[in-house]
């Protein structure tokens, strides 16, 4: 079918078929996709609204088994600059994020095998005692699968012991691209295949609770598997309704195993702009300003995107691999404004909770993000000592630690 007819049926308000999708992300002209997406997104928002959430990216360990081809961020078991995170100085990230009017952590890390089910358990119930309102979006389905693996209960069972100690959501990580080639070839296929993704996905939608989906693109994928990856998403959302939303961003390959080039903005855009158009049953699109920085993220309202993502405080993953942007809340607002809309402050399931909290009270600017550890210490926190290491390293360690 020819770009045109396919422009009218999307414009109409029809699905698009994998044949349709596939003409019109490769041959539809930028400024047509964008129109296209940007339509979906009125008939979706018909609001002047565009909402972002004040949260924090904590990643409680670079630890990692899994050593994804792509990943800058992990460090291998035994190495000097693994981290651990502690309780209390996750409490502190969380008494600096109220401070600044965030609802939620955002908590994801490596899979450390020295890091037990019970001690996310602990961490979250004592989240809990200690901040009753504050939100847990934690766990990507990977390191579910990973927590699974390493207490041998199902991923049902894991997602309900975390839920009753207080997980409130998941983050749609690790997805990458949702094709078992490409996840082979990334070395992400034995931490979860996409089935093993889109299976604690819908374990979780099972168990009550919402969930994004995320796609990372432009690393050894082809076009029509990326839009296998969306039509994937696209179907089970069809049979639990339980994303909330869809974020796509583009690989940063510097100091990565991987290598090789960053896509362009311009392909993010149409990337952008085809989610809006395929993802149909998916209420909310997210733009990825952290890895295309403030300029592309404001674009993005323009080619699907409702949403300006987290305003982020911290964040260590992405800037591993290069990526450098940083926007506070005022910045966040600024370029919602200035790109003619009215910005508000949303949770998790997208309740707007207010207009920005600058104009409410006095918030600190921030200029930077905030990392893990600001001193750089490497090393695990003393409470660790408490639990249960599986590796060697992790034992002799903690052994030691007990003798000190
Ligand atoms: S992307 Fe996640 S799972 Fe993969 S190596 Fe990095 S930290 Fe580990």
């Avoid at 990973?146 to 839920?163: C, F, G, K, N, T």
């Avoid at 260590?316 to 990526?323: E, L, P």
């Avoid at 404004?337 to 402050?345: P, Q, S």
Wanted: aromatic content about 8%.
């Amino acid at each position: 079918m020819p770009v045109s007819e396919i422009a009218a049926r999307v414009a109409a308000g029809g699905r698009l078929s994998p044949e349709d999708a596939l003409v019109l992300y490769q041959e539809a002209p930028t400024p047509l996709l964008g129109r296209l997406a940007d339509d979906v997104r009125r008939r979706k928002h018909p609001g002047n609204v565009v909402t972002y959430i004040i949260d924090r990216n904590v990643n409680y360990t670079n630890v990692c088994v899994a050593r994804c081809k792509f990943c800058a961020f992990y460090r291998p078991v035994g190495s000097a600059e693994g981290y651990t995170l502690g309780f209390e100085e996750i409490f502190r990230k969380i008494d600096e994020t109220i401070r600044l009017g965030g609802v939620q952590l955002l908590l994801q890390g490596g899979h450390n095998p020295d890091v037990p089910l019970a001690w996310y358990e602990d961490l979250f119930r004592q989240v809990k005692q200690r901040y009753p309102e504050f939100r847990l979006h934690a766990l990507s389905p990977p390191e579910i699968i990973h927590i699974s693996r390493l207490s041998q209960l199902p991923v049902a069972s894991v997602i309900e012991r975390l839920v009753a100690a207080g997980l409130d959501s998941v983050p749609g990580g690790g997805a990458e691209i949702l094709v078992d080639r490409v996840r082979k070839l990334l070395n992400c296929y034995n931490k979860a295949t996409a089935d093993e993704w889109l299976g604690v996905m819908r374990e979780a939608h099972r168990a009550g609770l919402r969930t994004t989906a995320t796609m990372m693109y432009g690393t050894v994928e082809t076009v029509e598997e990326r839009l296998e990856h969306l039509l994937r998403l696209r179907a089970l959302q069809d049979e639990t309704g339980g994303f909330t939303a869809f974020i796509t961003w583009s690989y940063q390959p510097q100091h990565t195993e991987l290598g090789g080039t960053e896509a362009t903005g311009v392909e993010y855009l149409r990337t952008l702009a085809i989610a809006r158009i395929v993802l149909d049953n998916f209420d909310n699109l997210q733009a990825s300003w952290v890895t295309q920085g403030g300029k592309v993220g404001q674009l993005s309202l323009a080619y699907g995107a409702n949403d300006m993502g987290s305003v982020m405080i911290e964040e260590n993953v992405v800037r591993a691999a290069g990526a450098e942007y940083c926007m506070d809340e005022f910045e966040v607002v600024r370029n919602i404004e200035n790109a003619g809309f009215a910005a508000k402050r949303r949770n998790m399931h997208y309740d707007i909770l207010g207009d920005p909290i600058f104009r409410e009270r006095r918030v600190p600017r921030m200029l930077e993000l905030a990392v893990a550890r600001s001193d750089g210490r490497a090393g695990e926190a003393d409470d660790l000592r408490d639990y249960e290491a599986r590796s060697a390293a992790g034992r002799r360690a903690r052994e030691g630690s007990k003798g000190a």
